[in-house]
Structures are given as C-alpha cells and as structure tokens.
C-alpha cells in the first residue's frame, strides 16, 4: 500500500481567508481589555467597562422590570371558543394530508405531493410517481408555499382611472372586458397581442388552440425568461420543428451494495448548470448522484468524470471532476475544437460531413486546447466501452447553434437514445419571442394581453418595451401588480397552483393533474379559466375545463375510477405519448449559423444568468429565497457583479464598490463581489433584483440588470464597460460567519499526522473539517484519507465521566431501543439549497430581514459551508452542509444553567424552549456553531407584521413558534420521529421501521446526499453507511461524538490533465476566530457573542 500524502489539502471559505486578512469577529469580553492592567498594578477598577451601570440607574431598571412583570398579571377578560360540531368528512383535526399536484417553472416541470394541515398546505414534497421529481424539489418548489400566503399578492382585480387604479370586481371585468374582447373577436383579432408564458398544460394548449380558431389574426409571444428557448430552437434547426429533447444522465446500477453498471461515464457542461435551475434539474440531480456512489474501493472505478466550461462559479461548476473557465462567447469555439477533434475517430450522420468539414478553425490557449484534446479522448473512450456512453450538456444560455451543434456531437458519440432523447411535439405552442412583439407595437398592435408575464421589467432594455407598452391597452393577468399591471388598463389577480385546476406535459411527456389545495384566498382566476373565457366568450370553472379535456381525449377510455387514480398518483396513466421521435438530418442552417458566429475575445464582456435564488424576478417577493445564501458566494438579499480577482485589480476595485455597467449606451451601478473561479475580463450579472413597489421582501433588494441586456442575444454582449463609480453598497455575505475554529494546540496528536497540515505561522496542525481524496487515491489506500485527518487516535479520547453511569454530570442515558442519526455524502451534495429551505418551512423558522443578516443574526438551521481548495484564481469547491451534530457528549449540555438543552434517551439533543432564558452558553460551548438565537420575536417582525394572519397560515402545527430570547437549532425533525413511533404503537409495533422517517432535509434533496435512521440497528441503511470507508465525524478530537457524520468527497479527475484544484504549497497563516451568533465584522463591539 502507498502512502497517501497529498489528499489532505489546504482548504479556505473566502478571499480574506485565504490570504489571513479576515480580521477578528467579534470580541467577546469589550469591557475587559485592560485586564492586564491587574499585572502591572492597576487595581480591581480596570476592570470595570466605562459603559457599567451606576447603583441609581440600576435599581430603577430593576424596579420598572417588575412593574411591568406585575402588568403581566393582569386577568384578561374571558373569550369563548366553541367546538366544531361536525367535522368535514376528510378531515381529521391534527392530521396531515397530502395531495399530488404538480408545479412548471419555465419548461420543467415537477411532480408534488402537498401538506394540507387543517385545510391550509403547509409543505411541498416531490412525488415519487413523477419522472420529474422522483421524490425531491428545489428550492423554489419548497419556497411556493410562502408565495402562497404572500402578503402583497394581488386580491382585486384593478382598473385604471386617471394616473392610478381603483379595486374593481369580476363582475365589472366580465361585463367591461368582455365587450371588449366581443369586439376584438369581431374584428377576427385584428390589433391583439397575447404575451404568455411556455405552455406545458394540454388543456391551456386547447384553450390556445381555440382562441386562434376565434382570433386567428392575433398574434402570440412568449414572455418567459427562464426556458428552453435555445434548446428548443437548436433542436428544431437540426429536426425540424416542434422538435424538443431532454438529457439523462444513466445511473450505475446496484444490487447487493455493489455497484453493477457504467451508466454514463463521461459528462461534458457547456455553460450548463444542469444541476441547478436549468430544464428537469431535478431529475438530472438524481441520476448525477447516481453515477458518484462509492460503497468501496472497487466501485470507485465506475464512477462518472464531469467536465464543464463557464465564465462563473456555478454549482455544477463546483461539482466538476475538471473546470475551465472562461468567456462565454467562447464557449462554442470549444464545441468547434471539441467536433474537430472527434470527426476523425467517429462517423459523421449522412447530411453532416460537410458540416464538419467547413468547422472554422478557432483559437484556443494551450491549455484551452489540451483540455478539448484530453475531453474528446475520454468521450471517445466511453464510446468504446461496453454498457458505457457519454453525455454533451449545452446551457441555455449558449445561442440555438451551440446546442444544435451539441446535439450533433451527441449523435456522433452515440448517444442519442440513450443520454439524449428526442421527441416531436405536436402540440406545441408556437409563440415568437418578446424581441417582435417590441417591433409589433409600432404596427399596429394596439391592445396587449399579457397573461403570467412581467415583459415591462424582463424584457430586454434595448428594446423599452416599458415604454412602447404606455401607448397602447394593456390588459395584465398575474399574481402581483407588478411593473407590467402598474402599466394597464385592468390588471386581473391570478392564482397559485395550490388553488387552481389544471394540467401539465413535462418535457418527457410524462403528465399530471394540478389539483387545488384551497379555494382561492383572493378574487383570482387561473390562466386557463381567462384564456377559455375569452376564447369562447363562456364563464366555465378549472375543474370542468381540465376534467372535459380529457374525458374528450380519452373517449371510451375515460371513467371516473382512471381519473381518481390519476389525481390520487399525481401522475396521468395510459394516455399515448403525443410525437414521434425525429432524427437529426437538417444542417444547411447550422452550416450558416457557425459561420456567423463571433469568437473575437479582445473586448470586456458583460454576461447574465438566472439567480439561483430568486430566477428570472418571479420570486423576488418571497424572502425565504431573498434570505437564502447564494450557493457560491453565500451574498444575501442582493445581487452583485461577479469579477475575477485580475479584472478586480484592473478596475482597482474591492468587495462592496460601486462600478458602473454600460452596454450599448445603458447602464447601471452596482457593487462589486471577487469571485473566485470567474473568467477574467468578464462580469457576470444575476437577473431578478431591483424590484421596485411590489412587496416588503423585494423592494430595494439589489439591482435591476435587464436594462443592459441586447435583444440578439440577452445572456452575453461583448464591447461592454466596466468601470468604478465611486462609493460602495454594502452587500454581506454569511461565508465567514460561523467558521468553525480551523487550529488546535494539543500535545497528544497523532504520530502518522501529515506534515502538510502544519502551519508554520503557528506551529500546530489545521482541523481538516472537509476531508476528500481522488480516486486513484481511494483505490490504493482506501480509508486513509477520511482518518488521517483526525488530530488523536479514538483510543486518545478521554471522557471525565462514564458514559453510561453518570447522566447525571451531563453524559446521556442512551437507554432508548432506537437511536437516531445522520450521515451527509459530500460526493453527492452539490450545495443547491434545497435542504435550507425546506428545513425553514418544516420548521417555523422565522425571517430576520437584511438588516439583521447584516448583523449575523440569520437563523437557517443547516449551514451550506462552501470550501475552495487549490489557487485562488481558479479554484476547486466543496460544500458541507453543517447543522446540530446531536453530539452523544454535548459541550452545550454542560453549560446550560437551566437544563433547557438536554439529551434524550434516543440521543436527541433536543431543546425546551419555555425553559430557555437566553444566556446563549450553549452557542458559546458549541464547537459546530449551529445554534440560533432570536434577538427579537422575529416570527413576527419585521417582514410579517402587517399581514402576519395570512402569513402564519403557513406555519407547521407540529413545530413551536419560537419567540424571543430563545436559542434553537435542527431538532433532527422530532415531531416526524414522534408520529412515526405513535403510528408504529397503534399498529403494535415497538420500533419504526427503517425509513419510515424521512426527516425534512433528506425528503427534499435531489441528490440523496441526506441519509437519516437508526443507528443503534445494524441493518439500517444509516448504519450500513457508517461502515463506509468514507466514514468520518468532524472535530472528533473534541470527543462530541457526533450522531452527524459524513462521508468523504472523492474526485474522478483524468490523469492526462493537472489537478483541478492543486493544494498551495503554504496553506493560510491564519484563520480568524469563529463569528458569534449576532455579531458580524462591521458590529463587532455591539453585541454579544453565541452562535
């Protein structure tokens, strides 16, 4: 066996981390800086801080706090409340239910399963039955349900009068509107516009369908942002049109815990975060994680190797085996060296060869040309091999060209069939893109509807199509007023999925019913009840409009029992898929388009992207998402530009100025973020930001950048201009917050300690919190590289007490026959944030507002720590997500004063909050730092104080709000365990079952990186992954003995390449001392210090 020296690397969370310039945090005793004046004689009174009470002022604090706890015992008058006679019939007070449904966000589409409590949906699952889910969601699925109970949603329809708008009702709107649209009809659509969003719903695409049959001059457009146009329109150059295809990532299969097939082996990303926010990223998730599943040494042979090309840190980037960055105008320069190299070794498609031969020759770096050399011979290899094949990934940001030239590389290596399907949809909408409806307005369109559409702020600025619309008759369906309603002559409130019927085509062409949860809260109506009224000038509701559809479709097929099975599966069965599947035989129009194409890079490029977080803007109100770290550069409740750090010194700019963007004559300002990984010369913006009067969340968080984008091509200009404007904009980021302590001076460390982790500024070795190691590495040495970054051998660890003997002096009592547990897969989780926010809608876990995340004083429950390791320039990234351990010797139990932390007898940490007086000891004690603390009574101020009825509908019953002065922290989802053993009780049985407890986190990751259970039981999955040669507890030198554990990350890079990461010769000098909870850098002296 070789000795593994090189897989313990140097790992940094941010720029000042890396360099040892991120300054203390906190201080935590303000008071006492001249203790050392007692050594030098000064007396007891250096002691005393100059801001201490005087003895007067003192005993009147005291006196008016027991006057006023005295108020408190005041007899409030005597309400009654009186019992529900009669229970409806299938409810049952207390008792969840759940109903399938399913959510489209763009061109994806995801299955769901809905907690209903009391007739109120609380929660969203994925559904297992839905090809597009599998049983997960992303974070905007999870986030739906407080868009739901959205405050600032529209609840009347709106009419204008004069400068304004007054509140209206339906019945104005049916009589108004529809002499209206009488009158239109009349004139066969002459004049109308009609702006929607993609159409995956059969029977919306009906009602489509019959309103060209009544208006067959109208004109149609398509105003979503987020979508598979170019995908689409590469598919359709290539196919013909209607053309749409969809990418599958073949997972390994297992039987016995053994990994039994390749699957896909080699994985290409062109400037495609298929992992997060682009088409089925979801599925694609799933079967990603799939293919990096290592149960031993043997499997790690098979695992997949993923390659991507971006301009920015993406979270796919971020999972990358090799990443190059760089503009993304070049990107389809290397889609043209990547199809030269691989033409000679692979037959071309009849039609194609003089395609291929006419490739532009393009200009590549050294290394840009070693990596597509290096690429095509892997892909090329996993074409040869048996039960194996490859997968070409192109974003949507790219232009139709790169991905019709994608999909023809994907046929070459044989991959379409496989990897690749394609689909002809006949049914399609066709819609033109928003570009002709800004060129239509000046030809004789003089009435628009927009249906579900912001154009007003997401069109592209050089079109101003804010502007042309003030000249015409705008008549706007959505949720909000937003900039597009403010603009209209009525604007008419739309509804949610959780309270309308309808149905939806995924791009598999699996479909499901949209089942209502709750009638509508407002005066709304869905897209599909207005488009049917206006198209047949007759009032009929959702459910009869989905229902007839297909029992129309159906024929002799349809019964009431198939279509109580449909809405009880979420999923439409029997039902013939529409389409044939095309083949690739057109590419006179591909010739044309590469050869158009523009790959000079000796400009400044201004690129775009769709946020993460909050998408193209439509979710820009619900601050779950507006609080949620970014996944890369954990910025909250802004946006920012991206810069590398050579453009940064270029512009002579840091974190937090402000520099001006101008493309084209348009510009804006905003503060700058360095980004690691980013391509030099470039800026990247995030879309969504800079709304402006729509709701409390949205209002003033970030800035607006569609103004700069160019109609051609809205995700990339070159010739843009960056300079410094002067000023900053503070934008906070949580990295740096929470660190968890890197160094340890102790004598006793162990002998076999790698030498590359001593630091010489200190002289003691640096805790390896993330541990990883390569495959080649995992393969000779196995477990070495997950224990040999403990700091002391487990028979070191010594306890003062028994463990078993002594519960009294802190230790638990595990008496209890089940004991709980956690293992987190660090090969599989991609940092998507899925887990934060569902965790935050189990949970009631309050908003605190920009302010207070400035402050520290966030309140998520699980952490998504981000790690960089390598050179800073271009670094490899890590994400751990970190969250209460349940340690079985808990340093936060021994220091509470009031036992409101305590262990249970199933190894619970768990929390008492009505005995919790606030001390926050235990978030001192917590080496993990993963303990909250709620400064004020944030469930209610300060984002829901004015609407908090609507907004507290929301709330799990299950879970206690939690009120101020309380500490709180995952609970590991207790009332899951607790209705999971009652139910295994009425059932008599005297343990649950392994998997019945599927705790928030786990159920809503896509990646099943999240494994919960019983550990105490051998059998258990949880316990079958503690014996993984991966296995590893973080700080176990501490002897906290973790339930928490995780399993290594191990990289699949290709030998022919260097490493993606390579460690730095010197690790950092320093790291700064753990941010407490509340006491961020810029605070540092005002509160005190927990978390």
């Given at each position: 066996m070789t000795k593994s020296t090189d897989n313990l690397k140097a790992y940094w969370r941010s720029l000042a981390d890396h360099d040892g310039t991120l300054a203390p945090q906190h201080d935590e005793f303000p008071g006492l800086k001249d203790a050392s004046a007692l050594a030098d004689g000064g007396g007891a009174t250096s002691f005393v801080p100059a801001t201490s009470l005087a003895r007067r002022k003192f005993m009147g604090l005291v006196g008016a706090s027991t006057a006023l706890a005295s108020a408190g015992c005041i007899r409030k008058p005597v309400e009654h409340i009186v019992p529900l006679s009669k229970r409806p019939e299938d409810t049952i007070p207390g008792a969840a239910v759940y109903y399938a449904t399913a959510y489209q966000?763009?061109?994806?589409?995801?299955?769901?399963?809905?907690?209903?409590?009391?007739?109120?949906?609380?929660?969203?699952?994925?559904?297992?039955?839905?090809?597009?889910?599998?049983?997960?969601?992303?974070?905007?699925?999870?986030?739906?349900?407080?868009?739901?109970?959205?405050?600032?949603?529209?609840?009347?329809?709106?009419?204008?009068?004069?400068?304004?708008?007054?509140?209206?009702?339906w019945d104005t709107v049916t009589e108004e509107l529809g002499a209206k649209f009488k009158e239109l009809r009349g004139k066969q659509g002459q004049g109308l516009a009609v702006v929607l969003p993609t159409v995956l719903s059969p029977s919306l695409r009906e009602a489509v369908k019959t309103f060209t049959t009544n208006f067959p001059k109208a004109k149609l457009y398509n105003g979503d942002v987020v979508g598979s146009h170019n995908a689409n329109a590469g598919a359709e150059m290539l196919c013909g049109a209607g053309t749409r295809f969809t990418y599958h990532i073949q997972g390994k299969g297992s039987a016995g815990g053994q990994i039994t097939a390749a699957g896909t082996r080699v994985i290409f990303s062109a400037d495609s975060d298929f992992l997060c926010g682009e088409q089925d990223s979801v599925r694609l998730q799933r079967e990603f994680a799939a293919g990096r599943e290592v149960h031993s040494q043997a499997d790690a042979a098979s695992m997949n190797r993923l390659y991507v090309v971006e301009p920015h840190f993406s979270i796919t980037g971020a999972q990358a085996d090799h990443r190059l960055r760089m503009r993304a105008s070049q990107v389809g320069a290397v889609l043209i060296a990547l199809a030269n190299e691989i033409k000679g070794s692979s037959k071309a498609p009849s039609g194609a060869e003089a395609v291929l031969d006419a490739l532009p020759a393009v200009t590549l770096t050294d290394a840009e040309q070693k990596f597509v050399k290096v690429l095509a011979k892997d892909l090329l290899a996993a074409k040869d091999a048996r039960d194996a094949h490859s997968l070409v990934i192109v974003g949507e940001r790219q232009p139709a060209w790169a991905h019709a030239l994608g999909l023809l590389i994907n046929v070459m290596l044989g991959n379409v069939g496989s990897s690749v399907r394609l689909r002809h949809d006949d049914t399609a909408v066709v819609a033109e893109p928003i570009a002709a409806l800004a060129a239509a307005l000046g030809a004789g369109i003089d009435t628009v509807l927009v249906i579900e559409c912001n154009p007003a702020y997401e069109a592209p600025g050089e079109l101003d199509l804010a502007g042309k619309l003030k000249g015409v008759t705008v008549i706007h369906h959505g949720l909000y007023n937003d900039e597009t309603g403010k603009l209209a002559a009525w604007h008419l409130p739309a509804t949610t999925y959780f309270e309308a019927w309808g149905d939806l085509e995924a791009a598999d062409a699996t479909i499901s019913i949209v089942q209502p949860l709750i009638a509508p809260l407002h005066q709304s109506k869905s897209a599909l009840e207005l488009l049917s009224w206006i198209a047949s000038d007759a009032q009929v509701d959702g459910y009869s409009l989905v229902q007839g559809y297909w029992r129309k479709a159906l024929?002799?097929?349809?019964?009431?029992?198939?279509?109580?099975?449909?809405?009880?599966?979420?999923?439409?069965?029997?039902?013939?898929?529409?389409?044939?599947?095309?083949?690739?035989?057109?590419?006179?129009?591909?010739?044309?388009?590469?050869?158009?194409?523009?790959?000079?890079?000796?400009?400044?490029?201004?690129?775009?992207?769709?946020?993460?977080?909050?998408?193209?803007?439509?979710?820009?109100?619900?601050?779950?998402?507006?609080?949620?770290?970014?996944?890369?550069?954990?910025?909250?409740?802004?946006?920012?530009?991206?810069?590398?750090?050579?453009?940064?010194?270029?512009?002579?700019?840091?974190?937090?100025?402000?520099?001006?963007?101008?493309?084209?004559?348009?510009?804006?300002?905003?503060?700058?973020?360095?980004?690691?990984?980013?391509?030099?010369?470039?800026?990247?913006?995030?879309?969504?930001?800079?709304?402006?009067?729509?709701?409390?969340?949205?209002?003033?968080?970030?800035?607006?950048?569609?103004?700069?984008?160019?109609?051609?091509?809205?995700?990339?200009?070159?010739?843009?201009?960056?300079?410094?404007?002067?000023?900053?904009?503070?934008?906070?980021?949580?990295?740096?917050?929470?660190?968890?302590?890197?160094?340890?001076?102790?004598?006793?460390?162990?002998?076999?300690?790698?030498?590359?982790?001593?630091?010489?500024?200190?002289?003691?070795?640096?805790?390896?919190?993330?541990r990883e190691t390569t495959v080649e590495d995992f393969k000779a040495n196995g477990r070495e590289f997950a224990v040999k970054g403990d700091l002391m051998a487990p028979d070191k660890l010594v306890s003062l007490w028994d463990h078993n003997t002594h519960?009294?002096?802190?230790?638990?009592?595990?008496?209890?026959?089940?004991?709980?547990?956690?293992?987190?897969?660090?090969?599989?989780?991609?940092?998507?944030?899925?887990?934060?926010?569902?965790?935050?809608?189990?949970?009631?876990?309050?908003?605190?507002?920009?302010?207070?995340?400035?402050?520290?004083?966030?309140?998520?429950?699980?952490?998504?720590?981000?790690?960089?390791?390598?050179?800073?320039?271009?670094?490899?990234?890590?994400?751990?997500?970190?969250?209460?351990?349940?340690?079985?010797?808990?340093?936060?139990?021994?220091?509470?004063?009031?036992?409101?932390?305590?262990?249970?007898?199933?190894?619970?940490?768990?929390?008492?909050?009505?005995?919790?007086?606030?001390?926050?000891?235990?978030?001192?004690?917590?080496?993990?730092?993963?303990?909250?603390?709620?400064?004020?009574?944030?469930?209610?101020?300060?984002?829901?104080?004015?609407?908090?009825?609507?907004?507290?509908?929301?709330?799990?019953?299950?879970?206690?709000?939690?009120?101020?002065?309380?500490?709180?922290?995952?609970?590991?989802?207790?009332?899951?365990?607790?209705?999971?053993?009652?139910?295994?009780?009425?059932?008599?049985?005297?343990?649950?079952?392994?998997?019945?407890?599927?705790?928030?986190?786990?159920?809503?990751?896509?990646?099943?990186?999240?494994?919960?259970?019983?550990?105490?039981?051998?059998?258990?999955?949880?316990?079958?992954l503690r014996t993984n040669a991966r296995h590893y507890g973080v700080l176990t030198d501490l002897n906290t003995r973790p339930r928490t554990t995780y399993l290594g990350r191990i990289r699949n890079p290709n030998t022919e390449l260097a490493p993606s990461a390579p460690a730095p010769a010197t690790p950092a000098p320093a790291h700064a001392a753990p941010a407490p909870h509340g006491a961020a850098a810029e605070h540092k002296a005002d509160h005190a210090p927990a978390h």
């Amino acid at each position: 066996m070789t000795k593994s020296t090189d897989n313990l690397k140097a790992y940094w969370r941010s720029l000042a981390d890396h360099d040892g310039t991120l300054a203390p945090q906190h201080d935590e005793f303000p008071g006492l800086k001249d203790a050392s004046a007692l050594a030098d004689g000064g007396g007891a009174t250096s002691f005393v801080p100059a801001t201490s009470l005087a003895r007067r002022k003192f005993m009147g604090l005291v006196g008016a706090s027991t006057a006023l706890a005295s108020a408190g015992c005041i007899r409030k008058p005597v309400e009654h409340i009186v019992p529900l006679s009669k229970r409806p019939e299938d409810t049952i007070p207390g008792a969840a239910v759940y109903y399938a449904t399913a959510y489209q966000v763009g061109g994806t589409v995801q299955g769901l399963l809905v907690e209903s409590q009391d007739g109120r949906p609380t929660k969203v699952e994925g559904n297992p039955r839905h090809s597009g889910s599998l049983g997960a969601t992303d974070s905007w699925a999870q986030a739906s349900v407080m868009g739901l109970y959205d405050p600032a949603r529209s609840r009347t329809p709106l009419k204008r009068s004069g400068e304004g708008q007054v509140a209206s009702d339906w019945d104005t709107v049916t009589e108004e509107l529809g002499a209206k649209f009488k009158e239109l009809r009349g004139k066969q659509g002459q004049g109308l516009a009609v702006v929607l969003p993609t159409v995956l719903s059969p029977s919306l695409r009906e009602a489509v369908k019959t309103f060209t049959t009544n208006f067959p001059k109208a004109k149609l457009y398509n105003g979503d942002v987020v979508g598979s146009h170019n995908a689409n329109a590469g598919a359709e150059m290539l196919c013909g049109a209607g053309t749409r295809f969809t990418y599958h990532i073949q997972g390994k299969g297992s039987a016995g815990g053994q990994i039994t097939a390749a699957g896909t082996r080699v994985i290409f990303s062109a400037d495609s975060d298929f992992l997060c926010g682009e088409q089925d990223s979801v599925r694609l998730q799933r079967e990603f994680a799939a293919g990096r599943e290592v149960h031993s040494q043997a499997d790690a042979a098979s695992m997949n190797r993923l390659y991507v090309v971006e301009p920015h840190f993406s979270i796919t980037g971020a999972q990358a085996d090799h990443r190059l960055r760089m503009r993304a105008s070049q990107v389809g320069a290397v889609l043209i060296a990547l199809a030269n190299e691989i033409k000679g070794s692979s037959k071309a498609p009849s039609g194609a060869e003089a395609v291929l031969d006419a490739l532009p020759a393009v200009t590549l770096t050294d290394a840009e040309q070693k990596f597509v050399k290096v690429l095509a011979k892997d892909l090329l290899a996993a074409k040869d091999a048996r039960d194996a094949h490859s997968l070409v990934i192109v974003g949507e940001r790219q232009p139709a060209w790169a991905h019709a030239l994608g999909l023809l590389i994907n046929v070459m290596l044989g991959n379409v069939g496989s990897s690749v399907r394609l689909r002809h949809d006949d049914t399609a909408v066709v819609a033109e893109p928003i570009a002709a409806l800004a060129a239509a307005l000046g030809a004789g369109i003089d009435t628009v509807l927009v249906i579900e559409c912001n154009p007003a702020y997401e069109a592209p600025g050089e079109l101003d199509l804010a502007g042309k619309l003030k000249g015409v008759t705008v008549i706007h369906h959505g949720l909000y007023n937003d900039e597009t309603g403010k603009l209209a002559a009525w604007h008419l409130p739309a509804t949610t999925y959780f309270e309308a019927w309808g149905d939806l085509e995924a791009a598999d062409a699996t479909i499901s019913i949209v089942q209502p949860l709750i009638a509508p809260l407002h005066q709304s109506k869905s897209a599909l009840e207005l488009l049917s009224w206006i198209a047949s000038d007759a009032q009929v509701d959702g459910y009869s409009l989905v229902q007839g559809y297909w029992r129309k479709a159906l024929g002799a097929m349809w019964s009431d029992k198939v279509w109580r099975r449909w809405l009880h599966d979420g999923v439409v069965h029997g039902v013939p898929r529409s389409g044939q599947n095309p083949i690739p035989r057109e590419y006179a129009k591909l010739a044309e388009a590469i050869k158009a194409a523009d790959f000079t890079a000796n400009k400044f490029e201004v690129n775009f992207h769709v946020d993460p977080k909050v998408a193209d803007g439509r979710f820009s109100n619900i601050a779950w998402l507006q609080e949620l770290p970014h996944p890369m550069t954990k910025l909250t409740w802004d946006n920012a530009a991206y810069v590398s750090i050579a453009t940064a010194r270029k512009l002579g700019v840091e974190n937090c100025d402000l520099v001006t963007v101008s493309v084209g004559g348009r510009s804006i300002q905003i503060p700058v973020w360095i980004a690691p990984g980013q391509a030099d010369d470039t800026v990247s913006l995030a879309l969504g930001y800079g709304r402006q009067n729509l709701g409390r969340a949205a209002d003033g968080a970030g800035v607006d950048v569609y103004p700069l984008q160019s109609a051609a091509n809205p995700w990339f200009v070159q010739g843009g201009d960056v300079a410094k404007a002067g000023g900053q904009r503070k934008i906070f980021s949580t990295q740096d917050w929470g660190s968890l302590s890197p160094a340890i001076d102790m004598a006793s460390t162990r002998d076999d300690m790698d030498p590359n982790l001593l630091n010489p500024g200190r002289g003691y070795p640096d805790r390896p919190i993330v541990r990883e190691t390569t495959v080649e590495d995992f393969k000779a040495n196995g477990r070495e590289f997950a224990v040999k970054g403990d700091l002391m051998a487990p028979d070191k660890l010594v306890s003062l007490w028994d463990h078993n003997t002594h519960p009294d002096f802190g230790a638990p009592a595990l008496v209890g026959k089940q004991q709980w547990g956690m293992v987190i897969d660090l090969n599989k989780c991609n940092g998507c944030s899925a887990c934060v926010v569902a965790c935050q809608a189990e949970n009631n876990i309050p908003v605190v507002g920009r302010s207070q995340v400035a402050n520290g004083r966030e309140m998520h429950w699980i952490r998504l720590d981000r790690y960089y390791s390598g050179a800073k320039e271009d670094p490899a990234a890590v994400v751990q997500p970190m969250l209460c351990q349940h340690c079985e010797t808990a340093p936060c139990e021994n220091v509470c004063p009031v036992a409101a932390t305590a262990h249970s007898p199933e190894g619970l940490n768990d929390m008492a909050y009505n005995r919790c007086i606030g001390t926050r000891y235990c978030a001192n004690n917590c080496p993990y730092k993963v303990r909250r603390f709620n400064f004020f009574n944030f469930n209610r101020d300060p984002l829901n104080s004015d609407d908090e009825k609507l907004l507290w509908m929301q709330k799990n019953p299950d879970v206690t709000v939690r009120f101020r002065g309380v500490i709180e922290k995952c609970s590991y989802c207790v009332q899951r365990i607790q209705e999971a053993k009652i139910q295994a009780h009425v059932a008599g049985e005297d343990t649950v079952k392994d998997g019945v407890i599927v705790v928030a986190c786990e159920q809503s990751c896509a990646s099943q990186a999240i494994v919960f259970g019983d550990v105490a039981d051998p059998t258990t999955r949880v316990s079958q992954l503690r014996t993984n040669a991966r296995h590893y507890g973080v700080l176990t030198d501490l002897n906290t003995r973790p339930r928490t554990t995780y399993l290594g990350r191990i990289r699949n890079p290709n030998t022919e390449l260097a490493p993606s990461a390579p460690a730095p010769a010197t690790p950092a000098p320093a790291h700064a001392a753990p941010a407490p909870h509340g006491a961020a850098a810029e605070h540092k002296a005002d509160h005190a210090p927990a978390h």
